[in-house]
């Protein structure tokens, strides 16, 4: 019996495992093909992209259904715990750093290339002999119109109802933590059912606002330099509300089937971290991208 306890406070290490490696793969796959697609080949790169997105899904079901068994065993003690925190921690500060990226081209194109094509400071030249008739006021499609003519989303209209559920669901997510810490099992569930509910109806709307630009607003990922901004930015965001829901739904089921206690929840509270940093982007978003 005491060795039994001794071994819990040791480290846990699992034994090698080829999920990781299977991940890599079918990433590469989903993501190579869709490179493929978005650049014109239509013929099968659709499907091999299809293929890749579930290959992925299964790699993450299995190799996540490994952790949780491990959980539940109870190989995981204060150690593992802190190596989770840590690890979620660093994770949300690289997507922090990836956004801050694409934040940092649109203040780059916005207030510093516009104005050097528009000929201020010691650009004039190259507005003079190159695009003479380029006039560097935002949205722009590029010199020479290259673009194509466009509206913008009206920022009051989809983009706000959708930053309303946003706010509204980190409302309903923090409701489920106080929750699972006060062991009500009803308030756990129904703040992330509607968390969960509230995120697909965002990612419902995001999809009238992409129909809606590319239909009737000749909004486009080729419509110059603010398009292809606009839907970087809105559209990676989209990804991570997509893959935040699904966190959020399988975290769903796991309390559905008792998993968690008040004292012992940190799968439910990195999904909760994760879901906040994406309402916090979105409000850069809105901000930045549909109002200024």
């Not at 099968?44 to 068994?69: C, E, H, K, S």
């Not at 956004?99 to 003079?128: D, H, Q, S, V």
């Not at 940190?266 to 906040?276: D, I």
């Amino acid at each position: 019996m005491a060795t039994e306890t001794s071994e819990h406070h040791k480290y846990y290490v699992p034994e090698p495992s080829p999920w990781p490696f299977m991940l890599t793969v079918s990433l590469f796959f989903m993501l190579g093909s869709g490179a493929f697609w978005l650049n014109g080949s239509t013929t099968v790169a659709p499907y091999f992209a299809a293929l890749g997105l579930a290959m992925t899904l299964v790699m993450v079901f299995i190799w996540f259904r490994d952790v949780v068994n491990e959980n539940l065993g109870g190989v995981y003690g204060h150690q593992e715990d802190m190596t989770y925190r840590w690890a979620m921690g660093w994770f949300i500060f690289s997507e922090v750093m990836f956004f801050g990226a694409f934040f940092g081209a649109l203040f780059y194109t916005r207030m510093i290339a516009l104005p050097w094509l528009n000929g201020e400071g010691e650009k004039f030249f190259t507005n003079l002999y190159l695009w003479p008739e380029f006039e560097g006021a935002w949205p722009s499609n590029g010199p020479g119109n290259v673009g194509g003519d466009f509206e913008t989303v009206n920022a009051w209209h989809l983009p706000l109802l959708n930053t309303v559920l946003l706010l509204t669901s980190s409302v309903t997510v923090t409701w489920a933590h106080w929750g699972l810490k006060e062991d009500s099992r009803w308030k756990l569930c129904t703040g992330l059912a509607a968390t969960v509910l509230l995120g697909a109806v965002f990612l419902y709307y995001q999809g009238l606002e992409y129909v809606e630009a590319y239909q009737h607003l000749g909004l486009t990922l080729g419509s110059g330099i603010y398009g292809s901004t606009f839907f970087l930015l809105t559209g990676f965001h989209g990804m991570h509300v997509t893959l935040g829901t699904l966190m959020l739904f399988i975290i769903l089921l796991r309390c559905l089937k008792g998993h968690f206690s008040s004292h012992d929840h940190f799968g439910f509270e990195a999904v909760a971290w994760y879901w906040h940093f994406v309402d916090v982007v979105w409000l850069g978003l809105f901000i930045f991208v549909y109002i200024l």
